[in-house]
T-cell receptor
């Protein structure tokens, strides 16, 4: 089955700096890569996603890149703000399995004011 | 639309007992999937239901089971509870359960096994 590795597990940055979270996947059939943000005590929420026919996608301060050949994808947050502090999960999904989304272990991001 | 609703919010059980968790999806969503969240393991897929049928199952023992009703509401049952079952159990709904659909998560049920 699919295996998603995510690193780092924890990340501290100064407010205004950039943060990068990296993930790798194992199943070459995976073609959908969402990122979820979970604030403390709250439910995970989708913040951005990318499909395998696209190499990069941006949404304001957030961007995701995908390298299909290397089977890795990354989340980039620029100009970080304290409200970006949360746990971020990357995930991979293959069309071979209905909603059998495989998540990474999560990255706890702390933005220091 | 109301979001995904999970009940109860917290549960405390002892080893050997069984527990049933409930999940009501967003109105119109027919796919419900369940995840176990623990600090060391992240989010692990349990199973997914669509139109009352289990379509996919993760690598969990048979003590973990579920079902879905005709109104798309889903329940998850864990029998013979073990200490290691302590976790946050999240359900998520989506429209059809296709692999590239956005998941809408509930707030979860925090299960503590003593």
């Amino acid at each position: 089955g699919e295996n998603v590795e995510q690193h780092p597990s924890t990340l501290s940055v100064q407010e205004g700096d950039s943060a990068v979270i990296k993930c790798t996947y194992s199943d070459s059939a995976s073609n959908y890569f969402p990122w979820y943000k979970q604030e403390l005590g709250k439910r995970p929420q989708l913040i951005i996603d990318i499909r395998s026919n696209v190499g990069e996608k941006k949404d304001q301060r957030i961007a995701v890149t995908l390298n299909k050949t290397a089977k890795h994808f990354s989340l980039h947050i620029t100009e970080t703000q304290p409200e970006d502090s949360a746990v971020y999960f990357c995930a991979a999904s293959s069309p071979r399995g209905y909603q059998k989304v495989t998540f990474g272990i999560g990255t706890k991001l702390q933005v220091i004011p | 639309k109301a979001g995904v609703t999970q009940t109860p919010r917290y549960l405390i059980k002892t080893r050997g007992q069984q527990v049933t968790l409930s999940c009501s999806p967003i109105s119109g969503h027919r796919s419900v999937s369940w995840y176990q969240q623990t600090p060391g393991q992240g989010l692990q897929f349990l199973f997914e239901y669509f139109s009352e049928t289990q379509r996919n199952k993760g690598n969990f023992p048979g003590r973990f089971s579920g079902r879905q009703f005709s109104n798309s509401r889903s329940e998850m049952n864990v029998s013979t509870l073990e200490l290691g079952d302590s976790a946050l159990y999240l359900c998520a709904s989506s429209n059809t359960g296709q692999a590239n659909e956005k998941l809408f998560f509930g707030s979860g049920t925090q299960l503590s096994v003593l």
